[in-house]
């Protein structure tokens, strides 16, 4: 079992940067994919980006591609997502996500492969 804290979440103007971090609890971090996913109000929670248990293999949706990158650190049991370039649109509750999994490379889209959830944390982009 893991637990999953987001940080990092505020108010930025359109244009600007954020830095969201996950920090999971458990001495096995490294066995689970990782990812992020985002609820905006009215909507259906979406995929943003995923990374694998090793951090060699990395998924974006399309509408950050080029804009937020993905990374872990698995000695600190962390997993972080940089944003730039952010644009009102990516307003919204950010989440991050585990799958344990024997696969090195593994990485999901989708919310249903994901077994651990954090809390969320809002990410408000003005413009």
């Known amino acids: 079992q893991v637990q999953l804290v987001e940080s990092g979440g505020g108010l930025e103007q359109a244009g600007g940067s954020l830095r969201l971090s996950c920090l999971a609890s458990g001495r096995t971090f490294s066995s689970y994919a990782m990812a992020w996913f985002r609820q905006a109000p009215g909507k259906e929670r979406e995929f943003v980006a995923a990374?694998?248990?090793?951090?060699?293999?990395?998924a974006y949706a399309d509408s950050v591609k080029g804009r937020f990158t993905i990374s872990r650190d698995n000695a600190k049991n962390t997993v972080t997502l940089q944003m730039n370039s952010l644009k009102p649109e990516d307003t919204a509750v950010y989440y991050c996500a585990a799958r344990g999994t024997i696969y090195a490379t593994y990485t999901s889209d989708s919310d249903g492969s994901y077994d651990y959830w954090g809390q969320g944390t809002q990410v408000t982009v003005s413009s």
């Open positions: 990374i694998s248990r090793s951090g060699s293999s990395t």
